[in-house]
């Protein structure tokens, strides 16, 4: 039982350069997030999903897609990165109806 | 909009002493947890709180839950330097049809011997 599993786990980009942020869970379950962390304020939620074909935005949504094609995997992309998202991301996940969330290991990406 | 503030950001103490994180939430909410993080770490969960009144302790921390006044404490007791970390509070509950956790800013805990 790996939990929530996120990569890579450090990533340097170059402004206006692409990636994905892959997470994936084991726990089936239904309920995956995405966050940033950056000093003092905390972890900002970016987008998340209730289910396979779902996704919502969150509080800080500008500059990010998701896709949720499956229940395991909630990747997070940056089509043109910018130093504003250089920042710590984390991926969580929870059983919906159920409390507690598993976070994962997290995603330090610096933008230059 | 559910916003969550914690106080204070920066906590400097002594080993031995006693002290409190406050955290403060502004709507209804279902649960409240308390988080800790190490430098370069990801979050460990510490304490889920459900119910008005609830309190939990697990060795020198001790978490506590006033729904009506919308506020949880942690209490820290006889502080030593390995709980030297910072501390998140996040209240998780449904906001405009959907279940989403909104943290605080965080709480920066330093002990010196």
């Known amino acids: 039982n790996a939990g929530v599993t996120q990569t890579p786990k450090f990533q340097v980009l170059k402004t206006g350069q692409s990636m994905t942020l892959q997470c994936a869970q084991d726990?089936?379950?239904?309920?995956m997030s995405w966050y940033r962390q950056d000093p003092g304020m905390g972890l900002r939620l970016i987008h998340y999903s209730v289910g396979a074909g779902i996704t919502d935005q969150g509080e800080v949504p500008n500059g990010y897609n998701v896709s949720r094609s499956t229940t395991e995997d909630f990747p997070l992309r940056l089509l043109s990165a910018a130093p504003s998202q250089t920042s710590v991301y984390f991926c969580?996940?929870?059983?919906?109806?159920?409390?507690?969330?598993?976070f994962g290991s997290g995603t330090r990406l610096t933008v230059v | 909009e559910l916003k969550v503030e914690q106080n204070p950001l920066f906590l400097s103490m002594q080993e031995g002493k006693n002290y409190t994180i406050y955290c403060n939430y502004s709507t209804t909410s279902d649960r409240l947890y308390w988080y800790r993080q190490d430098p370069g770490k990801s979050l460990e969960s510490l304490f889920v709180l459900l119910s008005n009144g609830a309190v939990k302790q697990e060795g020198r921390l001790m978490a506590s839950l006033d729904t009506k006044a919308r506020l949880s404490t942690l209490h820290i007791t006889a502080a030593v330097h390995d709980l030297s970390a910072t501390y998140f509070c996040a209240v998780d509950g449904l906001i405009q049809g959907a279940q989403k956790l909104v943290f605080g800013q965080g709480t920066r805990l330093t002990i010196n011997p």
């Open positions: 726990m089936n379950h239904e309920y």
């Open positions: 969580a996940s929870s059983r919906t109806g159920y409390y507690g969330y598993t």
